[in-house]
Each structure stands twice: as C-alpha cells, then as structure tokens.
C-alpha cells in the first residue's frame, strides 16, 4: 500500500464530478486507506467550474490537496483541465476527458476554447503525462451523456493497484439502482479504452 | 463501524445522538445540510424559520421549555438572529441551545468574510471548533453538556472547509430515548424576563459564568498539547489544524476545541515548551490577540495572511518565506490567466431570465438581493445595480428614491428571501409615502441553497401541508393598490408591466410567478434553429442561457442540456427560433 495518493477532480457544474469523487473516496476506505475529500458547494453548482480533492493514505490531515502534489488531475472537461497546472508535478498523470463544455464568452465570440496542443503545453509546464480519454464519445455510444465521469474511473482504475472487484461493487452501491448496470459497463469501458 | 461524512452530515448525526427533540434553521451556504440531514433521523422534529433571528427564537423557546435544541445558519445568519444570541446569554438556556453556525473564508458562497468568533466574545458564550467530522459529530454532545451544566448557549463554529469536506466517522451506538413528556414552563420572571432591573442581576451572572468557562477550558480533553519536537508550538483550532499538522509535522501543538474562553495556563504551558509560540488561524487574529495579552511574543499575522481560507499550501509558503519552515523547490508560474472563464449563470429555463432581460432591455436600476437570482447582475445580463445582505433591496430602493435619481428604478427580491426580511421594508415603503416598485421573482422555493420550503410553499420541511402565505395577498393586505401577478414567460407582458409600473408614482409590487424548473424537473423539447432565417443579430445569446451556441451562420441549441422554455423563441425578431408544438 503506497503512502499517499491525491486526486484532483476537475469540471463543470452538473457533470457529476461530485459523484465520481464520492466513489473514489468511498473505495480509498473500503481498500484501508484513510480518506479525506473537499468540494465548493453554492455558486458554483449553476454551470460554473467545479473542483474536487480526494486523498488516501495512511493518515490524512488536510481534506485539500497541495500544490504541485497532486498523483492524478481527472479532467471531466477539457478547458477545466488546463487550469490546474499549479497542481501537477512530473510525477502527475493528468486524465482528460476528450469533451467541451462552451463558456458563455467562447459562446458570444469574445474568448478563444484552447486547442487540445495548447492544453497540453500548459500542462507539460511540470512535466506531468496528459491521457485523452474518449470518455464523452463513449458514453453516448453506451447511451448517456452522464457516463463519462465512470468512463474515467475505469481509465483511472488502470493506475491503481486495487482489485477491480472493489472498484465495481462500489460504484454499484452507489449509483442510482437503475443505472447500476449502464454504470459498470462504463466503468469497464473505461479500462478498455487505456488498455487498447 | 466507519462511514464516510460531510462534516455538516457529522453535525446531523451529532445532533442525533445527542438527543437534540426540536431544530430551527434558516438555510445558507455552508451551513444548510447540517438540519436537513438532522431532520432524517428518528424522532427529530426540524423547521425551516422564515429566518435566522425566528428560528433563534424557536431554539431559545425550545431550550427554556427544558429540552435541548438545535439552531442552524450561515455567518451571516448570525448578524440577523444577534439581537437573541445577545440575551439568551443573560437569562441563560434551562436546557440546551446549541448553535451550529458556518464561516464562510474565501467566500465560496458569501457577500462577506467576517469572523463569528468575535460573537463568541462579544456575547459572552462559549464556542467550540471541531477539526474534522469526527470532532464534529462528538462536539455536539459537548456542547450540549456544556450548555446544560453552565446554563448557557454554546455556538458551534464551523467553516466552508469542515461543512464541506467529507472524512471518516465513527459510527456509534443508537442514543437512548430522551425522555419527552411535557414539563411545566418554569416562570421564572428574575431569569427570563430581561427588563432593566433583572438584566443588571443576569450581568453579574453572566460573568461568573464566563469565569468559570475559562477554568473549564484549561481541563476540558477538547483542548490539548501534542508533545513534539523542535523549538515551534503550534496553536491551531479546526481545519487550520490539518493544515499546520502538515506543515509543521513536527512541532508541539496545542489543539484547541475551544476558542472562547481561551485557555491561559495551557497557552503557558505551550510557550514555556518552545522557543517559538506560532498561531495558525484564518481572518482575523482572534488566538494570536488574547496570546499577546497574556505578553507571550508570537507568530501569526506577520506571517500568514488575514484574507481568506488557508490550505497547507498557504501556509508553507508564507512560513518558509520567513524561515519558520524549509522552503521547497519553486514551483513554476503558470500563466492559465489568459483561458476562459466559468462564471456560474442562470439555469437553461430559469425564469428569472426574463424579468433581468425586460429589466435590461428598460435600462431600470436594479437594487438587488440575494438569492439566485444575484446572477441577473453578471453580463450579458448585466441588470442588478446594488446587493448588500438579505432583504435590502427594498430598503435600498426607497432610499434611492428618496435621494431622486432620474434614471428607472426598482427592488428586486426572491421570494424566500422576501419572507426572511422584505416584509418590514415593503411596509415602510407604505408607511412612509413611497412610490418605488418591487419585484418579487417568486420561485415558489428556495432554490439558490438546494430547494427548502418557505412561508410561501405550503408544506413544511417535514413533509406537512400548511396553509401557504400569499405575496400579493400580503402587499394588499398592507395597503398596496397596484399589484399584478405575472407568468415571467409572456415577455411582451413582462416588458410592459415592468414599464408600467416603474412608470407609476404609486408604490407598487409585481410577482413574477413561475417555479423552478429544477425542482419542477421541467423538461420539454428544444427548440429548433432555422438558420436560413437567422440574421446573426445576437439576441438569443445576450440572455446568456447555457445551452445556446454561436455557430457559422447562427445558432445551435444544446438538447441535452435545454429544458424547452422557449424564452429565447421570444427574443427572436426573424422567427428563426421555432419552439415545437
């Protein structure tokens, strides 16, 4: 069991990014770990920019990741992405989700959406390795858009030791009941997708 | 058995387990959920109070009658319910009165970032910091001890960071019922009834009391030294402990539970075990003032800063720069300045985008309040002027009046928020010869701290059906004669009462009724954009609705993410925004 892992959640207000956090967090105890996670409610639930810290260890004192530490960035949107550099380090695995949510003022012409080069360069600043994930394509091929967050967990799962079985029956436990099959298929598709 | 817990869903179970029968709340982020999950639980009885000085009231009624209570709200909340808080203290509890009440650093979700610890002191109550969700489920049973064995209120002081965060709990054994039968009201008149002559007693009491408190808080287990090593000692209360735990791992700590009264023999007792006696705490320099006084030099404000939350980050960077701790390699500076920004907006469908249009569209100076609909003031909507606390835009409407400004005005409010404290002003308004017009933007919940019922929902936070009260019913019945019930979605209706009434030189009120279409869950189809008849004028994106594109030639709709209202059909002048039948 390593000593520390940190996860930097990264997306947009009704994405579920909250969702996937309380399931990484939730399988960080059933594995042993001590957890801790942070969210922002409030304003930022109306479509504006969300982030989510998860931490397993040992012994977790603080609930918020530091600076520069982060193990993985899971990026449920691109753009959302490309603001956590500060965050990452060489060691950092950065998961994006190859998938666009406009700002209002991409929409009203007065802000450019990076390029997927330029993203990357700002995130190759420390040295961290970007994964494109095709989660959001995926998820509509398995027929919801809300997929894409478990698409990620399962691409993220590659990365961990922890047995696949946990991983699954937590995410049964705690998706909505009617979903539950939908949600494991995305969970494999994900590691499917890292393994190809 | 371990489960993991918000430290707001910590509270609730806290709560629980301290045999706490009746909680009053007034919702606000960060402090909502910690009612909302007690209410869950077997045997609680929990109301949301039109606001926080009602449910403040209902707490002290609850705690006088012998039982033990519970009162929730933000730091704000607390300006609101002071008044109680201030002599609650004097007459003191008979039973419990625990206040739960949540800081907000950073201003996550806040119009300001003030230090409710500074209450503690100025009211004279004790107050007590869990540091994570653990402490936050035990402490309330402290509290509620405390409260009942000194007889006073005791305020449970949270922030964004600890309401927010999610760590493990301890699960425990069921409580043992507390017992419930009707106790007479003790008529105590020297105790409860704070007229000059009794309150001059009360006074005396009250310092005592505090005296007491102080000695209680030299042994309480709630504040501890963790022996270390190394010549700093750290005084840190809540999450501020994480924090410093992690920055400076090795360092002998005193942890405080307890910030009001503060513990002076354990204060000296830390100083004489170090060289370096630093305190550790986010705004305000409460800790660090009270260990100056006791002429202990100390570290805190000259190296940390008073504005806004901390992280372990935070506080490495500020200790190294003045040698406290090693500094680490620099990291790199990141220019992502230049990316496009995410503000929150108004839903897809929300029907206060209409009003905010029309009031746009009308150039009306808007005195605002606060409430969901405090995002009409971001552009492109751009049509909120003013928004100062709850239930100000009313005033502040009157008052502009009063002063004579050209320009169109009016007060635009939410309805829960009209409930919490615009009823007052809509009488001045009246009472004393107004002539300005409020909008209430009437959701019929409130929607902007997740969907709770107010006055105006006709059903309670336990699922009861009440009679509802009626805003335009309620602005007749205090004098108004012009008052009209509007459904925001008609836009050629919207544009012209708002006219009319910013118009008039009577004092007039305009409901603009239509629920929320999240709590509704209203979802119709989207409508379709013929491009061919679109000219690229830019109406339908200057009402700054999420699911609304800007493509070659024109617009594209979102389907996923648009609810089918059809507002943006209605702004269109070419017809090229067809809303299916």
Not at chain 2, 36 to 63: F, T
Not at chain 2, 217 to 235: H, L
Not at chain 2, 310 to 336: C, M, N, W, Y
Not at chain 2, 385 to 397: D, E, K, P, Q
Request: charged share 20%; proline share 6%.
């Amino acid at each position: 069991m390593k000593n520390k892992y940190d996860f930097l959640f990264a997306g947009v207000g009704g994405q579920g990014t909250i969702l996937a956090s309380d399931i990484l967090c939730e399988i960080g105890l059933r594995c042993g770990y001590d957890v801790k996670k942070s969210e922002v409610h409030g304003m930022s639930q109306r479509g504006g920019a969300v982030e989510s810290h998860v931490r397993w260890g040992e012994k977790v004192y603080s609930p918020l990741i530091e600076e520069g530490k982060t193990d993985f960035l899971l990026a449920f949107e691109m753009l959302e992405a490309a603001r956590w550099p500060h965050y990452t380090a060489a060691n950092t695995v950065a998961i994006i989700n190859r998938h666009q949510i406009l700002p209002p003022s991409v929409n009203l012409g007065q802000a450019q959406y990076p390029e997927e080069k330029e993203i990357e360069s700002i995130l190759a600043g420390t040295g961290a390795k970007v994964v494109w994930v095709d989660g959001a394509a995926k998820a509509l091929e398995l027929g919801n858009a809300a997929l894409g967050g478990v698409v990620l967990l399962g691409a993220l799962s590659i990365y961990l030791d922890e047995p696949v079985e946990v991983w699954e029956k937590t995410i049964a436990e705690l998706v909505p009941a009617k979903f539950k099959e939908l949600n494991i298929k995305a969970f494999q598709a994900g590691r499917e997708l890292m393994q190809k | 058995m371990k489960k993991i817990m918000s430290g707001n869903e910590a509270f609730a179970y806290g709560t629980y387990l301290a045999g706490i029968k009746v909680g009053a709340g007034y919702p606000g982020t960060p402090s909502t959920e910690v009612l909302e999950n007690y209410s869950r639980y077997p045997g609680a009885y929990a109301e949301w109070s039109p606001n926080e000085k009602v449910a403040m009231d209902v707490g002290i009624g609850a705690a006088l009658a012998g039982k033990r209570a519970l009162v929730t709200m933000k730091h704000v909340g607390l300006n609101v319910a002071a008044d109680s808080l201030f002599t609650v203290s004097y007459t003191g509890t008979n039973g419990a009165l625990v206040i739960v009440n949540a800081d907000d650093p950073s201003m996550h979700s806040s119009q300001n970032e003030q230090d409710n610890r500074h209450y503690a002191k100025a009211s004279k109550v004790v107050m007590l910091e869990p540091a994570d969700s653990e402490e936050a489920k035990r402490f309330v049973k402290i509290a509620v001890d405390i409260s009942e064995m000194f007889d006073t209120p005791v305020i449970l002081r949270s922030t964004t960071r600890l309401s927010h965060s999610k760590c493990v709990v301890e699960l425990e054994d069921e409580p043992a019922d507390v017992a419930v039968e009707p106790a007479a009201y003790e008529r105590n008149a020297s105790k409860y009834v704070m007229v000059p002559m009794n309150a001059r007693q009360r006074r005396l009491v009250v310092e005592e009391r505090l005296k007491k408190l102080a000695e209680y808080a030299e042994t309480t287990p709630i504040n501890y030294i963790e022996p270390g090593s190394g010549d700093i000692g750290v005084i840190a209360a809540g999450v501020n402990y994480q924090y410093a735990k992690e920055v400076f791992p090795e360092a002998t700590f005193l942890k405080l539970g307890m910030v009001y009264p503060l513990p002076e023999r354990l204060i000296r007792d830390l100083a004489g075990r170090v060289k370096q006696v630093v305190v550790v705490e986010e705004l305000d320099p409460f800790i660090e003032e009270h260990v100056r006084l006791l002429g202990i030099p100390v570290k805190g404000r000259e190296v940390f800063p008073g504005i806004a939350e901390f992280s372990q980050g935070r506080i490495r960077k500020h200790a190294a720069a003045t040698g406290l701790v090693p500094k680490e390699a620099d990291t790199p500076i990141f220019q992502t300045s230049q990316l496009p920004v995410r503000p929150p907006m108004l839903c897809p469908g929300c029907a206060h985008r209409p009003v905010f249009y029309a009031l746009q569209r009308l150039r009306v100076a808007v005195m605002g309040d606060i409430g969901c609909y405090t995002l009409g003031a971001a552009p492109p909507l751009g049509s909120m002027h003013s928004c100062i606390c709850m239930g100000a835009s009313i005033g502040n409407v009157h008052g502009v009046d009063r002063a004579g400004v050209k320009d169109r005005t009016a007060a635009v409010i939410g309805d829960s928020t009209f409930f919490h404290s615009g009823i007052a002003p809509l009488i001045n308004l009246i009472s004393n010869g107004g002539n300005s017009t409020v909008i209430v933007v009437d959701n019929r919940i409130t929607a902007m701290t997740g969907h709770q019922p107010h006055p105006g929902t006709g059903w309670t936070m336990m699922g009861k059906e009440v009679p509802n009260v009626s805003i335009d019913a309620l602005a007749r019945a205090v004098g108004f004669k012009k008052v009209d019930v509007i459904n925001p979605y008609d836009f050629k209706l919207v544009m012209d009462t708002i006219r009319e009434h910013t118009s008039s030189d009577e004092p007039s009120l305009i409901v603009s009724q239509y629920p929320c279409v999240l709590n509704i869950k209203e979802k119709k189809p989207a409508p379709a954009v013929d491009l061919d008849a679109c000219n690229e004028c830019g109406n339908c994106l200057r009402i700054a609705c999420s699911p609304m594109t800007k493509v070659d030639g024109g617009v594209r709709i979102d389907p996923a993410l648009c609810i089918g209202c059809g507002f943006c059909a209605s702004v269109c002048n070419q017809g090229a925004i067809k809303v299916p039948n």
